[in-house]
């Protein structure tokens, strides 16, 4: 079995040329990587009666991706390139990410073939308790091995061989060990507030996808409109919305490419679009003012229709995370919330006894809709600002709270959250945040200051938390907000975002200062555009 498996390491096992091979596995050893010419008499094929004559090679060194790979041992050998072979999958569970990258990569779809020269091989394997979105990716004897304990692993490594090679560049000799830093890497749109295209957004999903993010939220709505077929509540879909067939097609191309959409309903505030077609659930203070975008949370039929459609689109949206909104109800930017707005004092105090208050009955909603999604199974996240203390309830435990601003009334440093033993997500919208128009004092943010100042830490402002409780935050997603729509084309958005898309997913996958100066990492992102 060992001199077996040092012959597949190094590439003495010639059968076949230009297939890639997909078996299960476990991890390759790096230490007969070096060299990249195979042994006469270790081959299965008939051996030569002389040995072939050898080159010497130069180390290789480290590939050059977005993002950078953690970990590159560098071998000598000539590296590899695509040159017309084929995929032969034997492992059904990782058919897709074969016929992908053969697609990719110019080779043909095949099956019951061996790996020789030329070849990829995609395998499943590792340590055991590796990290799922990890993979080992050798490049050696003329051909390249990507070794990982999920699918989700060797898709990754797929991209770094994609991207060592686009534009007629060489995956260099050696082994690449690679996995993220943080396991939730998103990027967040707002279809609500303007209408992006299926075809842009799945070309959204194919970006982030070659870049390794995991997570494609979908904020659809909101104030302005609602933009998703609904069949419970049809009266509050906005005309121009995206067909349940569309959103489909969405979400086969997002797993395909190991993206999970994230939708959220934003609720109790947020939820102008269902108020115009039920204006007797809109919030009023005491002097009948409507409060904007608010619904009067004593009424039980505003937490019915929030519930219709969470329960609607659970079925429509499978994966493993749901975001509940929360941020912005209006009722609690007010000085005194319990004497503006008598009607949700009285249904506090009746419903959580006589201390309690109007952000106690704010909480105990958002509980009530996490007790809504409890049968689907998800894991549930709320904005930081729809999070209370000093009150008789507290909200929910196993809430994730999604951070993203220090500038509301009364809003709580990340500590106090940490320190509580709440987990996290990154959405600092002095750096994530690109809000159309740049109202208030939003600006465009630039990659360049993503790239060289922002980490997960950095949650608020530009300061980061302790690194003691990097583990409780499970990473971040750069987000596009429409405050006014209108300001830029879609075309514009995806240009505008292009630069701090790639620097975010630098930083979500390593932390750490990039090896590449700023300049350089635009020069990098150029030639893998090109």
Not at 242 to 266: G, M, S, W
Not at 430 to 449: A, C, D, K, M, S
Request: aromatic share 8%; with cysteine.
């Amino acid at each position: 079995m060992e001199r077996e498996r040092k012959a597949l390491l190094g590439g003495a096992v010639v059968v076949a040329v230009g297939a890639v091979v997909v078996t299960a596995v476990v991890w390759p050893d790096p230490g007969d990587d070096g060299g990249g010419t195979p042994v006469a008499g270790r081959s299965s094929a008939s051996a030569s009666p002389t040995p072939s004559p050898t080159r010497s090679y130069p180390l290789s060194s480290p590939p050059r991706t977005i993002p950078a790979v953690r970990d590159f041992t560098p071998a000598r050998g000539p590296g590899w390139q695509p040159d017309g072979g084929k995929v032969v999958v034997r492992d059904g569970e990782l058919a897709d990410e074969g016929r992908l990258v053969a697609g990719e990569l110019g080779l043909t779809y095949g099956d019951d073939e061996k790996a020789g020269p030329g070849d990829v091989e995609l395998a499943l394997g590792g340590a055991r308790g590796a990290n799922a979105e990890s993979y080992r990716m050798t490049v050696s004897g003329g051909r390249v091995r990507i070794v990982g304990p999920s699918d989700t692993g060797v898709f990754y490594g797929t991209r770094t061989l994609k991207q060592e090679v686009h534009g007629g560049g060489t995956a260099p000799e050696g082994v690449v060990d690679d996995e993220p830093a943080k396991p939730q890497r998103g990027f967040s749109l707002d279809i609500a507030r303007k209408h992006f295209t299926v075809d842009w957004i799945k070309d959204r999903i194919r970006e982030i996808g070659d870049l390794k993010y995991n997570q494609l939220g979908l904020h659809f709505s909101d104030d302005q409109s609602f933009r998703i077929e609904s069949d419970s509540h049809p009266e509050i879909v906005s005309a121009e919305h995206l067909t349940k067939a569309q959103v489909q097609e969405i979400l086969e191309l997002a797993a395909e490419r190991h993206v999970t959409v994230v939708p959220e309903i934003d609720s109790p505030g947020h939820l102008g679009a269902v108020i115009r077609a039920h204006p007797d659930l809109q919030l009023r203070d005491v002097g009948g003012v409507p409060t904007r975008g608010a619904v009067d949370i004593s009424k039980p039929a505003a937490a019915q229709i929030v519930d219709d459609l969470l329960k609607e689109y659970a079925e429509l949206f499978k994966g493993a995370y749901w975001h509940l909104g929360a941020d912005e109800y209006q009722a609690l930017v007010r000085t005194n919330p319990e004497a503006s707005y008598p009607q949700l004092a009285a249904a506090a105090r009746a419903r959580y006894g006589s201390n309690a208050r109007v952000k106690d009955l704010a909480t105990g909603w958002l509980n009530d809709r996490v007790r809504t999604m409890q049968p689907f199974d998800r894991h549930l996240k709320a904005w930081n600002d729809g999070f209370f203390t000093g009150g008789v309830v507290e909200a929910h435990k196993d809430l994730e709270v999604a951070y993203w601003t220090g500038k509301e009334i009364g809003a709580r440093e990340p500590v106090t959250y940490l320190s509580a033993g709440r987990r996290m997500t990154n959405f600092n919208d002095e750096y994530l945040y690109y809000v159309l128009g740049q109202p208030n004092t939003f600006v465009y943010p630039t990659g360049q200051r993503i790239y060289e100042s922002w980490t997960p830490l950095v949650l608020r402002g530009t300061t980061p938390v302790p690194a003691k409780y990097d583990d409780q935050i499970l990473g971040g997603s750069f987000a596009v907000w429409c405050d006014i729509a209108s300001a830029q084309t879609q075309d514009q958005v995806a240009q505008g975002i292009r630069m701090p898309l790639r620097a975010t997913a630098q930083k979500l996958w390593d932390a750490e200062k990039p090896e590449l100066s700023w300049s350089q990492f635009v020069e990098l992102a150029a030639k893998l555009s090109g």
